[in-house]
């Protein structure tokens, strides 16, 4: 089992439309859940952090997560074509200190 | 403030040479880390250097090597370079604690031909 797992996607969404893209991950004792994006070239950038059962919203983003199910999720309402880039999940593996990162679900964001 | 800078952006190596790769962090930052990201692997955690010293170590051989100064810049360093060592080279800051999130720089991409 991978240490934290992605749908690669692509997931297309029509614009305006919620986009829905989720994250499972391994270590039951986690505290620490990041979401960042990627266009296609560029470096990562962070979107969101999220360290407590629940929903939190920042603007458009929407990040849950649930630890007894250990999972992560993030919400984009009202998508965008710019929204289109690979969404990547890290977790913080408690044991070693690492931020471990998903392989990234690809969004593609239609017309 | 200024973010997170690499250099340099591109390399072009031939087999069997070293190259040398640079990061100064977000002032203030005392935690650099390194990540090699290929599309096969997505982003693989190389190892994290706090005060200087080496605090994690991922799954890479010992030719990739590190280190930070004592201004928290950091060089990575890859000897004997193979073909599969093509890949984007990130580098990536926090102030060092376990809740706070990486800021990437813009990557060194490094071909190796």
């Known amino acids: 089992q991978k240490e934290v797992e992605q749908n690669s996607g692509p997931l297309s969404v029509p614009e305006g439309a919620i986009a829905s893209l989720n994250c499972t991950y391994s270590?039951?004792?986690?505290?620490?859940f990041f979401w960042y994006r990627q266009y296609s070239g560029k470096s990562p950038e962070l979107i969101m952090s999220?360290?407590?059962?629940g929903d939190k919203e920042d603007g458009r983003f929407t990040a849950q997560l649930n630890k007894a199910s250990q999972y992560v999720s993030l919400l984009i309402r009202d998508s965008q074509p710019s929204d289109s880039a690979t969404y990547l999940c890290a977790v913080n593996k408690v044991d070693t200190d690492k931020l471990i990162f998903g392989t990234g679900t690809r969004l593609q964001v239609f017309p | 403030k200024a973010g997170v800078t690499q250099t340099p952006r591109y390399l072009i190596k031939t087999r069997g040479q070293q190259v040398t790769l640079s990061c100064s962090p977000i002032s203030g930052h005392r935690s650099v880390s390194w990540y090699q990201q290929t599309p096969g692997q997505g982003l693989q955690f190389l190892f994290e250097?706090?005060?200087?010293?080496?605090?994690n170590k991922g799954n890479f051989p010992g030719r990739f090597s590190g280190r930070q100064f004592s201004n928290s810049r950091s060089e990575m360093n890859v000897s004997t370079l193979e073909l599969g060592d093509s890949a984007l080279y990130l580098c990536?800051?926090?102030?060092?604690?376990?809740?706070?999130?990486?800021?990437f720089g813009n990557g060194t991409r490094l071909t190796v031909t």
């Open positions: 999220i360290y407590s059962n």
């Open positions: 990536a800051s926090s102030p060092g604690d376990s809740h706070s999130p990486l800021h």
């Open positions: 270590d039951r004792v986690s505290q620490s």
């Open positions: 250097y706090f005060s200087e010293t080496q605090r």
